[in-house]
């Protein structure tokens, strides 16, 4: 490709034709503001926060979209930009609701890390008309607030660019422009799946998770409860970044201490769920292989894809695993067989899960999940909202020693790590399931062909004289694209695994958030993907049907995978939506 060589601050720097002048900037580690853009979803110039001035240019030009030019000379540090920049915050914050104290982006808002680097305060912020704003509170996972919003438009591009829903948009004109649903329906009203992934494209505060962290604090606190906490394979990799532990660094070890610190009674891991979820997706798998069921197989593992399926895919829905997530079964097993087992009353049983995910906290009220007579799980909180529960008793994470998961449920392989990584359900069900066809021992258990970040990836295994064809996909609008190719036949596939989110659990919309600039520079997902093939790696049990604790829960009370018993526990039901985004 053909290089451009331009001058930025009088500095000359080469850079691949095409680029624009934010990337050639970045090439020469000079930083430029920017509020709106997100690379390849978001490049629009409208916050204006990227103005740069251009010789020979008559006005200032939004460096995030102008490309550079042959002999281009630019700066980005006069007088002028410097001003301009400053106005724009101002403006944004006139009409900006400031309190920060109470903000679910507090501490990562990227509008107030920009007025603390231009010296703008609330004494500089132009004095006018407040517009009529929305607050809705009406969706289980999130609230939004357009007192905080800055009209960006990251959430509008993720949710129709990258998620392929497109439920949000600008409604009204010019000061009255406000970003929200069609006709300004409740978002419960619409068909969000409550991925969260706009949540994690919002520069501020005007979209949050609903903090149920006061619900798990009673509950610890409540002498009639036996409060019990599952953890998510893709929390571990994530946690340690609100403690500055560097992207990709899991911690395990300490997540087990400080959870045990806050009070719960047990603390279980629920990769113990995924091996469960293993044995009986493998089981229903081979089963319709042999006996001509619906395939291929999707999985059920994450509820944005699910409730995605249902709205958009509703005759479809005989393809999903009927399986429950690794969520849902370890709040089963905990309220049945592990009550029965310590003569705990399950109604006294409180289920606690930290999540990644902020659609776990619709799935946990779905019908069809209360296999004890009450709920599975009782409280879902994310990632964000546990490093906010340690932060608030006084834990000092980073210096805490490493602790060990409570038994029998949290006794869990290599398989169940993985869950969290787009591709991982697909591993660990391809161990298992070849193992189970062959008869035979597997000498290699990494399935690189389905490992990665890419949207889409498919692959081909020969097992036992049969061509077994598999698909993996993440992010709803590549989930789109292979629910197309398999409605109008040109696919073929056995098996395949959707994730609601891109790169899977690990950027999940619970998780850990991180500037526009960061996301930039750095592949997270990989990075968090990679400390979960690390834990596998390292596993002395790799193979979910090995799972000496999931042995046992078979033989003491499920009898075997895909038993009545474990149907009528591990199993559910889905639903046809109707699709409203209007």
């Known amino acids: 490709m053909e290089n451009i060589t331009v001058k930025i601050n009088g500095m000359e720097v080469t850079a691949p034709a095409g680029s624009t002048i934010l990337e050639a900037a970045q090439l020469a580690h000079i930083q430029i503001p920017t509020l709106c853009y997100l690379k390849d979803i978001n490049e629009i110039g409208a916050c204006r926060m990227c103005v740069v001035e251009v010789k020979g240019a008559r006005t200032l030009v939004a460096a995030c979209v102008h490309p550079i030019a042959p002999d281009m000379e630019i700066i980005t540090n006069s007088k002028r930009v410097l001003d301009s920049r400053k106005k724009t915050l101002q403006l944004l914050m006139s009409n900006h609701t400031i309190d920060c104290f109470s903000c679910g982006s507090a501490g990562n808002c990227e509008l107030i890390k920009l007025c603390h680097k231009l010296h703008v305060d609330d004494s500089t912020k132009y004095a006018g008309a407040m517009p009529e704003r929305m607050f809705d509170d009406t969706a289980v996972h999130m609230v939004r607030d357009s007192h905080k919003c800055i009209l960006c438009r990251r959430c509008v591009a993720m949710c129709e660019k990258v998620q392929g829903i497109g439920i949000l948009g600008a409604n009204g004109r010019g000061f009255d422009t406000i970003i929200d649903t069609a006709f300004f329906l409740d978002l419960d009203d619409t068909s969000c799946v409550n991925c969260g992934q706009c949540l994690m494209a919002c520069p501020t505060g005007a979209i949050a998770e609903k903090d149920q962290t006061d619900k798990v604090f009673e509950a610890i606190n409540d002498p009639d409860k036996y409060v019990i906490v599952q953890t998510a394979p893709s929390v571990r990799a994530a946690l340690g970044e609100v403690y500055k532990v560097h992207i990709g660094n899991e911690v395990e070890g300490k997540m087990v201490t400080a959870l045990r610190m806050l009070g719960f009674n047990k603390v279980f891991d629920t990769d113990f769920a995924a091996d469960l979820t293993i044995m009986e997706e493998a089981k229903e798998f081979l089963d319709r292989v042999k006996n001509g069921g619906a395939l291929p197989l999707i999985t059920s593992c994450s509820p944005g894809w699910v409730k995605f399926c249902e709205h958009f895919y509703p005759d479809m829905i005989d393809h999903l695993s009927s399986c429950k997530s690794p969520q849902q079964m370890f709040g089963a097993i905990a309220k049945t067989y592990y009550a029965e087992k310590l003569g705990i009353d399950p109604g006294k049983i409180v289920s606690v899960s930290v999540m990644p995910c902020t659609a776990k906290k619709f799935e946990r009220g779905r ?52 869950f969290g990584a787009t591709g991982g359900v697909m591993e660990a069900a391809l161990r298992t399931a070849v193992e189970t066809l062959t008869g035979e021992e597997l000498k290699n258990l990494d399935f690189s062909e389905v490992r990665g970040t890419d949207g889409i990836k498919e692959a081909t ?17 590549n989930a789109r694209k292979v629910m197309d190719k398999i409605k109008s036949g040109e696919a073929n596939y056995h098996f395949v695994e959707m994730m609601a989110c891109p790169g899977g659990c690990v950027n999940g919309g619970g998780q850990p958030r991180h500037s526009a600039r960061t996301k930039n520079k750095f592949n997270i997902k990989a990075m968090r993907a990679s400390a979960l093939y690390g834990l596998d790696a390292s596993k002395p049990i790799r193979k979910s049907h090995e799972n000496p604790a999931i042995k046992k829960l078979y033989e003491e009370y499920l009898g075997e995978p895909g038993s009545h018993k474990a149907h009528e526990i591990l199993h559910t039901t889905y639903v046809k939506r109707k699709i409203n985004k209007f």
């Not at 009782?378 to 546990?386: C, G, H, P, S, Y």
């Not at 295994?461 to 609008?477: E, F």
């Open 461 to 477: 295994y020969n097992v036992a004289g049969m061509d077994i064809h598999v698909a993996v996909a993440s992010g709803l609008g």
């Open 367 to 418: 019908e069809d999940q209360d296999a004890s007579g009450y709920p599975d799980v009782d409280i879902a909180i994310t990632t964000r909202e546990l490093a906010r529960m340690i932060d608030q008793v006084g834990i000092d994470f980073v210096n805490l020693p490493d602790g060990k998961f409570d038994n029998p449920l949290g006794e869990s392989t290599g398989a169940g790590v993985i």
